[in-house]
């Protein structure tokens, strides 16, 4: 039966075998056939010019000259540069290393062709390109690859040239590019995907034609025609998936026809004249469905729209678009200079721009649609006017219902606009309008915003879990009526103009408090959540006392304010900031306020907010900064703060000067006290522990730090020489209860004046010797700056996040005999021709990782140091802190033993061991050994009483490191027995496993015979 089986199993490798042979033979054949059939497509050789971009200028004269004639003689370029044979440069390969262009040709009217090249890597600069051409005509770009540059293929001034079947993709701006009067060029089967514009012509691009190119998924427009770009005729391109198709800004007389858009489509811009002047026919597709474009047309009905994809409607009255369906497109409808239409029961919804767009129309109705999912759901912009917005829905848009620039007297009621940014958005000029009966609820900025119009009116609209907002002119924001009847989570809205003395019982249950132009008012113990808080524009003199404003989007805002008090609010988990003091918001307290675990800031000030008092505050665990001080707030007194927890700095002043912290507590922030271009500033006694950096002073001049107390992070600088070495920092600053040492401009300090350092900063100082010091848990230990030809010797630097900083301008210092324990980063050098180490010993770096295979102290391989100037230490000190690893093989736990001492088997996993040593009695006698292997002292073993003992072998390496094993066993003596061993549990153990092992041995041996 065996020889059966292994009979079979012959055959079947056999016949796999054959099959093998004939399956590769077979394939071979198929593969020659192929060979001998395919016709080769490119006749002329290869050429990898990486490094080496091509740069003809055919206006260059002169020895060296790169014109044609001298690219004529280059192995990489053919033809004689007429029409019958035109020069031509192909089968090119060009990584251009990140600079300039790969091909630039320029001045040339020669014929000439480029193809078949591939030409990536430009440079970063805005001309930078696979392929530019620079004043040229008649050349032709064919099937060429220009992606992954700055733009692909760029053309200036350039006319009747052809671009055929060329990619130009994955751009970092355009993927083709005719900029400034490129006139009567042919842009066709070309592909530009995946760039930030796909195919873009501007200024004065006239007669051009495109067509039949691809210009998809890229992030703004497929196939923008940009101003002055005239009679183009775009022809069967596909434009999909981009936020905006095709689109036609501000040029005329251009020809639309047989595109093809998915996900995008067509958007217009210009005047009447420009606007009505183009020819789009329903060929072109949206989502596979026709563009509707008509212009000048009266009274037309939805029999003129069947199936739309989308509609376009310029200086067209009285007509009727009713229950259709525009998704998924650019934009659904749009009106331009159309008055008198009416819109109604349409779905306009999941477009990438808007969903229904007027533009300088007038009169228009739009009721009872729906536009949801839409960047802006309705648009009305710049001069729409008695316009009528009555029950749509737009939800989840960027901007619910959006009007923009001059738009007046227009209604808007009964409207729904939920879950997004805004709601309803009246911005710049846009004056009485009215809004009534409208929801507006759970939008991230406000429910309605009224943004720089005046004399708009609100009444009835309610808005739950956001408000509303003003922005604009004293004139105008007391110009709006906003009435009580609106309501924030059913709670009045209180609005109030140019009131003196208003008092709690003038905001009875408050949903939110609006004053302009108020003084001598008192609001306090109130409740102002889930809405839009408390805002003060231009008010004096009130009293925020005890309220509480949480989770609105900003807490308490006060604008142009002065004179203010803000005593004892809470104003936590705003989307925004707890507290804010907007431009010029002057001589304003706030005290005793907690402002934690909002979005952006606890307490805000911004814009020449000076002569405030930030006194007493808590403002911890929000996501961005504790407070802030930015653009010009000077002068301001910031005193027993908490700042603590934030997700970014603690307290930070950028650009803001004259300022006292004083006596506050920064903890566990990214950063504690941040100060960034902002000077002459005073910061005394405050508290600043366990942040990455605790006091940060960058590019600020002229700031005095005293008594600052700091643990687990220190101070840093960094700027100009005339920045770092303008400050008064004195040594009453203390780094871990010990002094901080900034010394500006010194030469020769020794190690005296540096006595118990807690922190070192050196700025300018020359041939300084800093030694013997033990400096941990700061930010950096020692930081030097514009310092040269220092020493440092012999210092222990532990615990920080940088152990030792040198700046990019201190050079030619030595650094040698110091022990670098548990740092984030061992050290930075980020100088020039600074050594770290002696030329015979370096540094000791605990996170060092080679090996010392000749055991002279100094690691075999160099120690590399971070930072930019690629520094190493040569001779790094090797110290090996890990201890013997001692194995017990014998005797094995609670084996039995007599009066005779039994023999031990150990192993040592240590390379550099030392003496190996053992004890009986608890650590009071050591016994040292010489092999692994012996047997333990009889006297001692004798000497030993019955029972459970206890036996450590201990082993230590030349570094000193001890490890140590035990193992029990127990001494038995047998009544009758003076002496013997006592055969043990381990080996009756290993008699039984030899016994098995022979036993197996023996019946393997049977079954061969």
């Not at 190119?213 to 427009?221: E, F, G, K, Q």
């Not at 109130?526 to 003199?541: A, K, P, Q, R, W």
């Not at 509480?548 to 004179?563: F, V």
């Not at 050098?829 to 540094?843: L, M």
């Amino acid at each position: 039966m065996k020889s059966k089986k292994k009979v079979l199993y012959l055959i079947t490798l056999l016949t796999i075998s054959l099959l093998s042979s004939i399956v590769s033979t077979d394939i071979k054949i198929n593969l020659d056939l192929i060979e001998k059939t395919q016709i080769p497509i490119k006749q002329s050789g290869f050429w990898d010019l990486t490094g080496n971009p091509i740069y003809i200028d055919d206006l260059a004269t002169g020895v060296g000259a790169h014109n044609w004639t001298w690219a004529e003689a280059q192995p990489w370029c053919s033809g004689s540069g007429n029409w019958t044979d035109p020069y031509v440069i192909e089968n090119v390969t060009i990584n251009a290393q990140y600079s300039g262009n790969c091909i630039e040709i320029k001045n040339s009217d020669t014929y000439f062709i480029v193809r078949n090249c591939s030409l990536y890597n430009s440079g970063s600069s805005w001309e930078n390109t696979g392929i530019k051409l620079d004043n040229v005509d008649s050349g032709k770009i064919i099937n060429n690859d220009c992606s992954n540059n700055f733009h692909g293929i760029y053309l200036s001034s350039c006319n009747n040239n052809t671009l055929l079947g060329n990619t130009a993709s994955n751009n970092n701006f355009y993927g083709i590019y005719l900029d400034f009067e490129c006139v009567n060029n042919t842009l066709s089967g070309n592909i530009a995907n995946y760039n930030y514009y796909g195919i873009y012509l501007s200024w004065y691009c006239d007669n051009n034609t495109l067509l039949g190119n691809t210009a998809s998924n890229n992030y703004n427009y497929g196939i923008s025609i940009e101003s002055y770009c005239d009679n183009n005729t775009l022809s069967g391109n596909t434009a999909n998936n981009n936020d905006y198709g095709i689109s036609l800004y501000g040029g005329s007389n251009n020809r639309l026809s047989a595109n093809s858009m998915n996900y995008c489509g067509i958007s217009l811009y210009g005047s009447l004249v420009e606007m009505v002047s183009h020819s789009i026919d329903k060929t072109n597709l949206v989502n596979n469905k026709p563009v509707y474009y008509y212009a000048n047309e009266m009274g037309l009905k939805s029999s003129n729209f069947t199936n739309a994809g989308q509609i376009i409607l310029i200086n067209c009255t009285n007509s009727i678009i009713s229950g259709l369906n525009f998704s998924d497109g650019t934009t659904g409808i749009y009106l331009g200079y159309s008055n008198n239409n009416t819109l109604s029961g349409n779905s306009a919804s999941n477009n990438g721009y808007t969903g229904i767009h007027l533009y300088n129309s007038d009169n228009n109705t739009i009721s009872g649609n729906t536009a949801n999912n839409n960047d802006y759901g309705i648009f009305l912009n710049w001069y729409c006017d008695n316009n009528t917005l009555l029950g749509n829905i737009a939800n989840n848009n960027g901007y619910g219902i959006n009007l923009e620039s001059y738009c007046d007297n227009n209604s808007l009621s009964g409207n729904t606009a939920n879950n997004k940014d805004y709601g309803i958005y009246l911005g710049w000029n846009c004056d009485n309008n009215t809004l009534s009966g409208n929801t507006a609820s759970n939008n991230y900025f406000a429910g309605i915003s009224l943004s720089g119009g005046s004399n708009n009116k609100l009444s009835m609209n309610s808005m739950n879990f956001c408000g509303i907002s003003l922005y604009g002119s004293l004139v105008e924001m007391v110009s709006h009526s906003i009435d009580k009847t609106n309501l924030v989570n059913n709670k009045p809205v209180y609005d109030y103009a140019n009131e003196i003395g208003l008092e709690s019982s003038n905001f009875t249950n408050a949903g939110q408090i609006i004053l302009i132009n108020c003084t001598n008012s008192i609001i306090s113990e109130l409740n102002i959540s889930e809405g839009s808080g408390i805002y003060l524009y231009y008010c004096v003199n009130n009293t925020l006392s005890g309220n509480i404003a949480n989770n609105n989007q900003y807490g308490i805002y006060l604008w142009d304010s002065d004179n203010n008090t803000l005593s004892g609010n809470i104003a936590c988990n705003n989307g925004d900031y707890g507290i804010c003091l907007g431009w010029n918001c002057d001589n304003n307290t706030l005290s005793g306020n907690i402002a934690n675990n909002n979005g952006n800031y606890g307490i805000n000030l911004d814009f020449e907010c000076v002569n405030n008092r930030i006194l007493g505050n808590n403002v911890s665990y929000n996501n961005n900064l504790g407070i802030s001080l930015s653009m010009d707030c000077d002068n301001n007194t910031l005193s027993g703060n908490t700042a603590s927890n934030n997700n970014f700095y603690g307290i930070y002043l950028w650009g803001s000067d004259n300022n006292t912290l004083s006596g506050n507590t920064v903890n566990s922030n990214y950063r504690g006290i941040y100060l960034e271009y902002s000077n002459y500033n005073t910061l005394s006694g405050n508290t600043v522990n366990s942040n990455y950096k605790g006091i940060n002073l960058d590019y600020s001049n002229y700031n005095t730090l005293s008594g600052n107390l700091l643990n687990f992070c220190g101070i840093s600088l960094y700027g100009l020489l005339v920045e770092m070495a303008s400050h008064s920092i004195d040594d009453t600053n203390l780094v871990n209860n010990k002094p901080v040492y900034y010394y500006v401009n010194e030469t020769g300090l020794e190690s005296s004046n540096f006595t118990n350092a807690g922190q070192i900063i050196l700025i300018n100082c020359n041939n300084s010797i800093i030694s013997e010091l033990n400096i941990s848990d700061c930010t950096a230990g020692m930081f030097l700056g514009y310092s040269n030809n220092n020493t440092l010797s012999g210092n222990i630097l532990s615990n920080s996040y940088y152990g030792i900083w040198l700046d990019s301008t201190s050079n030619y210092n030595l650094i040698f005999l110091n022990h670098f324990i548990n740092n984030m980063i061992e050290a930075v050098d980020d100088g020039v021709n600074n050594k770290w180490d002696n030329g015979t010993i370096g540094n000791y770096w605990d996170y060092y990782y080679g090996v010392d295979a000749n055991f002279d102290g100094i690691g075999d391989t160099p120690y590399i140091i971070s930072g930019t100037a690629g520094s190493q230490d040569n001779f790094p000190i090797y110290r090996d802190d890990t201890a013997p690893v001692i194995t017990i093989n014998f005797p094995f736990f609670i084996s039995i033993f007599g009066l005779n001492a039994p023999n031990y088997i150990i192993s040592i996993d240590e390379l550099d061991l030392d003496t190996i040593w053992y004890t009986l009695d608890g650590g009071e006698t050591i016994y040292i050994i010489t092999s692994l292997t012996g047997t333990f002292n009889q006297t001692a073993w004798e000497a030993l009483s019955e029972g459970r003992i206890t036996i450590r072998f201990y082993a230590n390496d030349t570094y000193g490191n001890i490890g140590f094993k035990d193992v029990e066993v127990i001494i038995a003596i047998p009544e009758d027995l003076d002496e013997g061993p006592i055969i043990s549990f381990g080996y009756y153990y290993m008699l039984f496993t030899f016994i098995t092992i022979l036993s197996l041995i023996i019946l393997e041996k049977q079954k061969k015979k």
